[in-house]
């Protein structure tokens, strides 16, 4: 068993355990102890989840909606705190244009691709750097003009290079996010 720990929903739907921990309280029904959770007074909008054997946690129990499925519910759950936990990453990543930092190379990214930057770098200036580069071929998606970058790795179409960066520095696929960034970091600064 999962050790308790304050403002936790234990939910086991094999065996239809559905335990508020730090209230103490059994329910029926999973909907009985999402609702619970998101308006006990106690909760205080903030509720940690933890399904039998995963261990899901929850920053916003709003964005739960009890008419999706369980399953939809616990990718939800878990999408959402892959995204919270990555705002906590510290700045360390330098914009290649200026002195800004950021946590994520793909946030650097959309700060450039945005022409946000002080040293003028925008969107189109990304996109003729990356794909003139030798390296960064794989990354282009030649059959479809709207989605001009793909993943190597597992064939998904992105709009901007921003978009595939998000997505390889997640675990939606098994391409490695360094040489991405490698790659597209080197096509840039060749051109600053």
Same mark, same amino acid.
């Given at each position: 068993? &999962?050790?308790?720990?304050?403002?936790?929903? @234990?939910?086991?739907? !094999?065996?239809?355990?559905?335990?508020?921990?730090?209230?103490?309280?059994?329910?029926?029904?999973?909907?009985?102890?999402?609702?619970?959770?998101? %308006?006990? %007074?106690?909760?205080?909008?903030?509720?940690?989840?933890?399904?039998?054997?995963? #261990?899901?946690?929850?920053?916003?129990? +709003?964005?739960?909606?009890? +008419?999706?499925?369980?399953?939809?519910?616990?990718?939800?759950?878990?999408?959402?705190?892959? &995204?919270?936990?990555?705002?906590?990453?510290? *700045?360390?990543?330098?914009?290649?244009?200026?002195?800004?930092?950021?946590? $994520?190379? *793909?946030?650097?990214?959309? %700060?450039?691709?945005?022409?946000?930057? +002080?040293?003028?770098?925008?969107?189109?200036?990304? !996109?003729? =750097?990356?794909?003139?580069?030798?390296?960064? @071929?794989? @990354?282009?998606?030649? =059959? $479809?003009?709207? @989605?001009?970058?793909?993943?190597?790795?597992?064939?998904?179409?992105?709009?901007? &290079?921003?978009?595939?960066?998000?997505? &390889?520095?997640?675990?939606?696929? !098994?391409? !490695?996010?360094? $040489?991405?960034? $490698?790659? #597209?970091?080197?096509?840039? +600064?060749?051109?600053?």
């Amino acid at each position: 068993m &999962v050790k308790a720990r304050s403002n936790q929903l @234990y939910i086991n739907h !094999d065996t239809r355990t559905y335990f508020c921990r730090s209230c103490d309280r059994h329910f029926s029904t999973e909907n009985g102890a999402l609702d619970h959770c998101r %308006h006990a %007074h106690i909760h205080r909008g903030e509720c940690r989840i933890s399904h039998s054997p995963p #261990i899901i946690t929850c920053a916003s129990p +709003a964005t739960m909606t009890t +008419a999706l499925p369980k399953a939809s519910r616990i990718m939800m759950l878990t999408f959402t705190t892959c &995204v919270h936990n990555r705002t906590h990453l510290p *700045a360390n990543i330098e914009c290649l244009g200026c002195d800004r930092e950021f946590s $994520e190379f *793909a946030a650097m990214m959309i %700060h450039l691709e945005s022409g946000t930057c +002080a040293s003028g770098i925008d969107r189109d200036n990304i !996109d003729n =750097w990356v794909f003139e580069s030798d390296p960064c @071929y794989l @990354y282009g998606n030649w =059959w $479809e003009a709207n @989605y001009k970058y793909q993943c190597p790795g597992c064939g998904n179409d992105f709009r901007f &290079v921003s978009g595939l960066c998000q997505h &390889v520095a997640t675990d939606a696929c !098994d391409w !490695d996010p360094e $040489e991405t960034f $490698e790659d #597209i970091e080197n096509a840039i +600064a060749c051109n600053i």
